[in-house]
């Protein structure tokens, strides 16, 4: 199912320890694009703006799954697993990952799953766990910023 | 009695002494003399007490006035060096008494008759000055140091017309220099035409040869396949010859390795040239614009990028005012960055417009900097993949979706060096983009960027025209890797073939690279064609099969997010003012695009629609279980 290509190494050397819900290999990729460890303009506006994109994106799914809308639900987890991951929150990538499937009417494993309710109550249930993986990273993204 | 001392002391060191070296009151006259004239000068210093010492009774073994009393001589060298000049000279060696005697005009004297041999010894030094006698004391006045100011002061001189004359050397050599290398440019100038005419001309004849194979084998299939024509009633087999002409023409393989370097070529010509279309885009192209030549709008002098001197004029500068020196506004030789430091100078606004400030390392480009299309609804995604490319001295634009990316494609004179292509993004998908683009631009290599990377999505990516595939998410150096091996031909230093990042295709290389071959042979209902390739090349034989069945396919409309104004506005922030216009994939069978607004009416009236293709492969997008994203 989920993509395991990320290695969660989250020791490297110099690079904060933010947990697991941050996968450090792709973080510190866009850190690397600051000027200067001290100044974290880029990256803190890279993440902040993925913070709005993710709640405009969580917000959109709502309403979908209020309208029952799959080809939505799956539209949207599909763009929020791409920046998500391009990001380094690698569960929240995961779980949009599920949403993507259940929205294509698939089993997690690709298997087609014809039974839509049985798709959206799945879906349901992601979107809850995904809201609060993204809201540890969220926080602790924010305080890894506020701290710098 | 001094008077008697000194004179017996003369006269048993000397052989035959003079009356007047013996006269003692001679000898203490000159002392008065010496006392009365003080240290006038440095002589005075160094030599006055050595016209005493030649008389001291104590230093006769040593030192004494020569025989004809017109010189002095010193006998014992070493003698002389360790007990008397420490006492009487500053310079306390041998050699700098010498000097310094020279300086005043005495002269050693060599005996060059009698074998050499001196007749005080042969390790005796004999020193005569014309004034220094030992009876003319009033001449000591006149001996005096020689002036070094005059002679010094001609040296300067000479050393300053000797400067100049340097200069002058130099202006010619540089103006010499500056001569071969406009030269050189000019050559290099017309050598590069001539390579683009070739390498224009190579292409225009491959079009041709495509459209005749092509038109070979309409021949044959209508021949073949066509019961009405009476040439074959039953249909059901081929005749002999038709069979050989089939396999003779796909035996050929037309796509040729040479044929990606051939257009990278061409790019490169066109985006350095201006030129914005080759000669061959005829026949089989069709693109929008003008065909033909273009006059070679390449005006090489005026092209600041590739001079490396300024030629016959300064620009302003003059090249010896030191101020200057760091603020040159050409490339100078070596320079890492090939970049002005400063770009305040009116004279060169082309170099600074492409210089991003604040590069860390130099640029990895040659004269021409990429400028890359980044086609991708996700601006985080989008705004990371800019930096990245940005940070490797590109021009980037960034397109939010599939339809800003063709309008940005048509509305570009020149074509893009590079597109990088999401996938899945609203209102049009990344492929159909794609098609659409390489109708305009064949030639510039497109790369899918998704996380849909499974052997099915990747060949229809290859089908459709896309060179290469980088798997999302994307790394730096991935990027950057698929960014130098797709425009190998504007680096600096261009590796070397087949030393290409291995990693180029993902899924540890179980993908197949687009290269001739596979693509073109699945899933095709009729007649394959095994020698031919995806690309381009394969668009006359990828005959439409247009069966009900694809109405369950990918853009259906009970699975496409209906280009619905929801779509619309969602994406409303960051799409273009053009993107009003909705481009539909209509459900059945053809999947021709309907162009709203009548953009792109080039496109539209375009006999061939690239998505004309075979709906299985865009079936197969999400087909398969079990395949998803490994």
């Known amino acids: 199912m989920a993509s395991k290509d990320q290695t969660d190494d989250g020791h490297d050397r110099n690079m904060p320890d933010l947990g697991d819900a941050i996968d450090i290999l792709t973080f510190s990729q866009i850190l690397e694009m600051d000027d200067s460890e001290e100044d974290r303009k880029f990256s803190q506006s890279i993440v902040y703006d993925f913070f709005e994109q993710a709640g405009e994106t969580f917000e959109k799914m709502d309403v979908a799954l209020q309208a029952r809308d799959l080809d939505e639900l799956y539209r949207l987890g599909h763009f929020l697993k791409g920046s998500s991951a391009t990001v380094g929150l690698t569960k929240v990538k995961d779980s949009c990952e599920k949403i993507q499937r259940y929205g294509k009417r698939e089993n997690v494993d690709g298997s087609p799953e014809p039974d839509e309710e049985l798709c959206l109550s799945r879906i349901k249930t992601t979107l809850k766990t995904v809201k609060s993986e993204y809201a540890d990273a969220e926080k602790t993204l924010k305080d890894f910023f506020n701290s710098a | ?630």
């Not at chain 2, 001539?194 to 004849?205: M, P, R, S, Y």
């Open chain 2, 1 to 630: 009695m001094p008077e008697g001392d000194m004179a017996g002391v003369a006269q048993g060191a000397g052989n035959n002494s003079s009356d007047f070296v013996s006269n003692g009151v001679f000898c203490s006259s000159i002392r008065d003399i010496f006392v009365a004239l003080g240290c006038m000068c440095i002589w005075l210093t160094c030599c006055a007490p050595g016209t005493r010492m030649l008389e001291d009774p104590a230093y006769s073994e040593v030192v004494r006035w020569g025989d004809q009393g017109d010189s002095f001589v010193v006998l014992e060298n070493e003698k002389f060096t360790k007990t008397i000049l420490p006492k009487h000279f500053k310079h306390s060696n041998f050699a700098s008494f010498v000097r310094q005697l020279n300086k005043y005009d005495f002269h050693k004297v060599r005996h060059n008759e009698e074998n050499g041999q001196s007749p005080y010894g042969a390790s005796a030094w004999e020193f005569k000055h014309p004034e220094f006698r030992a009876d003319r004391k009033d001449n000591l006045d006149n001996i005096r140091r020689k002036a070094p100011a005059p002679r010094k002061a001609q040296n300067a001189e000479e050393q300053f017309s000797v400067q100049n004359q340097q200069v002058v050397v130099l202006s010619e050599t540089l103006a010499a220099t500056q001569q071969q290398v406009q030269q050189l440019q000019e050559s290099y100038y017309e050598i590069i035409n001539a390579n683009k005419i070739f390498v224009d001309e190579i292409l225009h004849l491959q079009k041709v040869v495509k459209a005749q194979h092509q038109v070979h084998n309409e021949l044959i299939t209508h021949l073949t396949f066509n019961p009405g024509q009476n040439l074959l009633s039953d249909g059901t087999e081929a005749p002999l010859e038709l069979r050989r002409a089939r396999d003779i023409l796909n035996g050929l393989s037309i796509e040729h390795v040479a044929d990606r370097d051939l257009n990278r070529m061409s790019i490169a010509f066109h985006q350095a040239g201006g030129s914005p279309e080759s000669v061959g885009s005829s026949s089989m192209m069709g693109p929008p614009g003008a065909a033909g030549v273009t006059p070679f709008l390449h005006d090489p002098l005026s092209d600041m990028r590739h001079l490396v001197y300024p030629v016959g004029q300064n620009i302003g500068i003059d090249p010896f005012a030191p101020e200057h020196m760091n603020n040159i506004p050409y490339n100078r030789p070596g320079g890492e960055n090939g970049l002005p430091p400063t770009s305040d100078f009116n004279t060169t606004p082309s170099m600074a417009a492409n210089t991003p400030p604040g590069l860390q390392s130099p640029s990895p480009w040659g004269s021409k900097k990429p400028v890359v299309l980044l086609v991708e609804d996700d601006r985080t995604c989008a705004r990371i993949g800019s930096k990245f490319l940005s940070q490797q001295d590109c021009g980037v634009e960034v397109a939010r979706d599939g339809l800003e990316a063709v309008n940005k494609v048509s509305a570009r004179q020149q074509p893009y060096d590079l597109i990088f292509m999401d996938i899945v993004m609203p209102q049009l998908d990344g492929v159909s983009a794609t098609a659409m683009i390489k109708d305009m631009q064949p030639n510039t290599p497109i790369i899918a960027m998704t996380s849909n990377i499974n052997q099915q999505d990747l060949e229809m990516y290859f089908q459709w025209g896309m060179r290469d595939v980088l798997a999302k998410p994307f790394t730096k150096e991935g990027m950057i890797g698929k960014l130098r091996r797709h425009l190998n031909s504007l680096l600096r230093n261009p590796p070397a073939e087949g030393m290409m990042d291995p990693s180029a295709y993902p899924n540890g290389g179980s993908a197949q690279p687009p290269t001739p071959g596979p693509y073109s042979n699945q899933g095709m209902g009729m007649a394959p064609l095994p020698g031919s390739s995806s690309g381009p090349v394969t668009k006359f034989d990828t005959t439409p099969i247009q069966s009900p069945a694809t109405s369950s396919s990918w853009h259906s409309p009970s699975q496409l997010p209906h280009p619905s104004p929801t779509i619309g506005q969602e994406h409303g922030g960051y799409l273009g003012a053009g993107s009003g216009a909705q481009m539909v994939l209509t459900p059945g069978g053809t999947q021709k695009p309907q162009f709203a607004g009548g953009m792109m009416p080039q496109m539209a009236g375009s006999q061939r629609m690239p998505l004309d293709g075979p709906p299985e492969k865009r079936q197969r997008l999400y087909g398969p279980p079990g395949n998803y994203n490994q």
